[in-house]
């Protein structure tokens, strides 16, 4: 029985969830703003980048696989130490929500870029030769015949890697982004008690329970039979 | 350059094609009247595939000239997209769009090559699958269709753009064997109406039955062509005969 105090007062004491709730409830706001900012951005220029690699410029080409192998390879909190305290260095001053947002972005356009040119790369190649047989120019058969094909081979692996990244904008604390893990830890120094913190990680259960579980209804939407 | 007789559908002269060293085709002349059914059959590796390829660009030849209907089909202002829309082309794999209903992958190019709204496609398709026989699975998708369904909305997608020339790469090698008396019932359907054909194929019986005409390649070349019943008869060039009592069955 004592335990049982012990733990409810370590993890879930009852004032501190009153107390607390408020700043979990804004850290959350602040992590979905972020979060929602990143997907798009990210996947939007993941997209524009392998449309680009398409088009099998070469220097283009060099220049996208060294920025993707980068941004693959760094893990993102050094990416995200580096803009935050070496961009001031050159006179650019961006708020630690800006930085958070530009680096989970470019990392998961990185990723994103990737996956949709694997995609582009999947489809068959007699697609291309019967859109451009009937007349269709390079970027309506891209549009029209090849995308199409692909976006839906890679809805399974970019919703995996979005769900991936998005839990990143944890990484916003050490830069002082008041997201979840950061009102968590604050309180958890003001109040010498761990019930904020487990408050964050039931913040974070709420926010992508659900995001996990609409990531599997879209992959078996989009599991889709081949002819 | 304008073509030398005005009265030809196709005119190839002096086509050639490498792929890196390899010369596929070495130097091809070739002509096709209007409403001819000209059949190229031929040892595998001949280039048989590779030639009907360079007709509308999908493979840039190396060197000679094609011309289609009067336009010089390799001139630098040679709109390609344009001139494709009067080139049909009917691939071994089919090649639907999977993502489309058989309609939408006949009335893609209406609309966007063309410019036509969507009820206007959508008519010509109707009737375009009408033609083949398969007006009744318009919304179906090429999954929900046997291969030799999905071959005849191919052929359905090509002709609904009116071409003035169809071109045929081994129609039927994919189909099992039930499936391919649909889709040369359809080829004969165009015949009859007057379309402009080249085939590649191995339906021998339909290219004695069918042809005006029957090519033979051998090495990049075309080594004998005539009429049915020389190049099937005795009086056809050596490889000829050699081929074709090697495929006799």
């Not at chain 2, 890196?20 to 040892?43: H, M, R, S, Y």
């Not at chain 2, 489309?100 to 036509?116: D, F, Q, S």
Request: hydrophobic content about 50%.
């Amino acid at each position: 029985m004592d335990n049982g105090i012990l733990f409810i007062d370590t993890f879930f004491k009852p004032e501190l969830i009153v107390r607390y709730l408020p700043d979990i409830l804004t850290g959350m706001s602040v992590t979905i703003e972020i979060a929602v900012l990143v997907v798009i951005a990210g996947v939007s220029f993941g997209l524009a980048l392998a449309l680009i690699r398409s088009l099998r410029s070469r220097f283009a080409n060099v220049v996208i696989v060294v920025f993707v192998d980068v941004a693959r390879a760094l893990p993102p909190l050094v990416l995200v130490l580096i803009v935050y305290f070496g961009l001031p260095n050159v006179g650019i001053l961006l708020p630690s929500y800006a930085v958070l947002w530009l680096v989970l972005s470019l990392v998961l356009a990185a990723f994103a870029e990737e996956i949709f040119w694997a995609g582009i790369l999947s489809v068959r190649k007699g697609q291309w030769e019967a859109a451009r047989s009937t007349g269709l120019t390079y970027s309506q058969a891209l549009f029209h015949v090849i995308l199409p094909q692909a976006v839906r081979l890679t809805v399974p692996p970019l919703t995996n890697r979005t769900i991936a990244i998005t839990k990143n904008t944890a990484l916003g604390t050490v830069i002082g982004v008041p997201e979840i893990l950061n009102q968590a830890t604050t309180a958890e120094s003001f109040s010498f008690n761990a019930t904020p913190l487990m408050m964050g990680a039931i913040a974070y259960l709420v926010l992508f329970v659900p995001v996990v579980i609409a990531g599997r209804y879209i992959e078996t939407r989009f599991a889709w039979r081949r002819a | 350059m304008v073509s030398a007789r005005r009265n030809l559908i196709l005119e190839v002269r002096g086509l050639r094609k490498s792929f890196g060293g390899t010369e596929v085709l070495k130097g091809i002349d070739f002509a096709v009247e209007p409403q001819e059914l000209v059949f190229i059959i031929g040892p595998s590796g001949a280039g048989k595939s590779t030639f009907l390829r360079c007709l509308n660009r999908l493979e840039e030849p190396t060197d000679g000239s094609i011309f289609v209907d009067g336009i010089d089909l390799l001139h630098p202002k040679n709109d390609i997209n344009a001139t494709r829309r009067r080139i049909g082309m009917v691939f071994q794999a089919f090649n639907l769009y999977p993502h489309m209903t058989a309609l939408g992958n006949v009335t893609l190019a209406l609309r966007k090559v063309i410019g036509l709204a969507n009820a206007q496609a959508e008519a010509i398709g109707f009737a375009a699958l009408d033609r083949v026989g398969l007006k009744d699975k318009a919304r179906a998708y090429p999954n929900e269709l046997s291969g030799g369904q999905q071959q005849r909305v191919a052929i359905a997608r090509a002709i609904a753009l009116e071409p003035k020339i169809m071109l045929f790469d081994e129609p039927t090698s994919a189909l099992d064997p039930e499936l391919v008396g649909s889709v040369l019932a359809v080829m004969r359907d165009l015949q009859a109406s007057g379309m402009t054909m080249v085939v590649v194929s191995h339906e021998m019986r339909f290219a004695r039955e069918a042809a005006h005409r029957v090519v033979f390649m051998e090495d990049g070349l075309i080594c004998d062509e005539g009429p049915p019943a020389k190049i099937f008869g005795p009086e056809a060039n050596a490889r000829a005969r050699k081929f074709l009592a090697g495929i006799a069955r």
